[in-house]
């Protein structure tokens, strides 16, 4: 070797030896990681530590696929954020993501590989109320945590257990406040019309709807329109409720079903003398059919560009991916990686019993608004529920929400004693 190459070798050793001992033994292809976040930070983790791995299943292909496609972008900005500020405890924090297709079997077996293959210690999911209820199974059969920040029916209930959370407004709160909205803004409204999904979660809502009004002070007539799942044709459905001449329609039915019921009511202008309601605000059927969208009242979480905290994730999030949020939720999936963050944190722990007891009772004001996970039954406990009106908003790239009712949460909330009592929530936990 000759005594220049010589001399730049051993200066390339040193160099090296400098970065090694200055970072600790770490080199910048580790993990596959970047060594700096999206505004440059540094991070660096210790190379015999493994990642923590959870997974989040949810609807990627088919007609519901626009929500689940949103909700994961959200997932994975947080992901991309906490390693850049350097993990879980030091350890980098590696996110699974798989397509149920809403399918309860094959959602099961995804789950099952998972935890058995690649060691996830918790899940998050899904969309759809029956997939959300098989995959709280599973999670108690092999020991892991389960976790969803979604809208599911009160059927999931019965499938929780110690290790289950839930923290998202389900199906009785949306429904309760779209009925105290209408009992107290529109009384005289006396006939409703329900376009019902005929699966567990339709089911679910056409049941909480029942019971919210049988306790108004006057006698309301409930008629509902039950449709199969991925309905490609509504023409019989739109004149059945036609003929019924509802004051209200209120809608159960989302993502694709609900974009291909509002094209095909639109000659017969069903929305025109009817007070159209809708149980979430669905961003992505907005996004859809442009101004083509019926305006109508919608249940609305904190997550929504129109809300608050809902425009500071936003705004964040548009820095992040260059494009708005496609959904409401997903500032609740973003929320609910950094929830579980902080549960590992306090626990000091990877261990899904460990991180479950300081789930109970944890606090967390994100980008989704305030919530408390109630220490028995694992349900949120939130500050208020908002409705809203859907209409066009200046530059936006779709409809925002205006004239937002705020409800009191004691006013809608599921309580402890009536998930037990009503729905078969089994607690106090024993497994």
Known sequence: MKKKELKDEKSATMS??????TTGGVTAGLMGASLFDSVGTPFLFAQTKEPIKVAYLDVLSGIFAGQGVAQIKGVKVAEKNINAQGGIMERPLKVFYEDTAGKVQDAARIAKRLILEEGIIAIHGETTTGVTAALCKVCKDHGIIHMDYEVDGTSVYKAMHKLAFRLGNDGPTQVRGLAWLVLNKFPQARKWGALVP???????????????LAKAPAKMDVKAFVHPFGCADFSSYILQIQEYKPDVLVNFTWSGDFVTFLRQQKPYKLYQNTIGLNFGTPITVCMALGNDMEPMWTGLDEGHPSMPPGKKFNEMYQKETGEWVHEDTVAQYYDSLFILKKAIEMAKSTKPADIAEKMEGLEYDGHAGWLKIRPTSHLPLKKA?????????????????KDIVTIPYDKVMVTDQEAKEKWGLPIPFTS
Not at 16 to 21: D, E, G
Not at 390 to 398: E, I, N, Q, S, T
């Open 16 to 21: 090296r030896r400098t970065f090694l001992k």
């Open 385 to 401: 529920y908002h409705v809203g009106y859907l209409a066009p908003m200046p530059g936006w790239p779709y409809w925002g929400v």
């Open 198 to 212: 005929d699966y567990a979660w339709g089911h679910d809502c056409l049941k909480d709807l029942q019971e919210a």
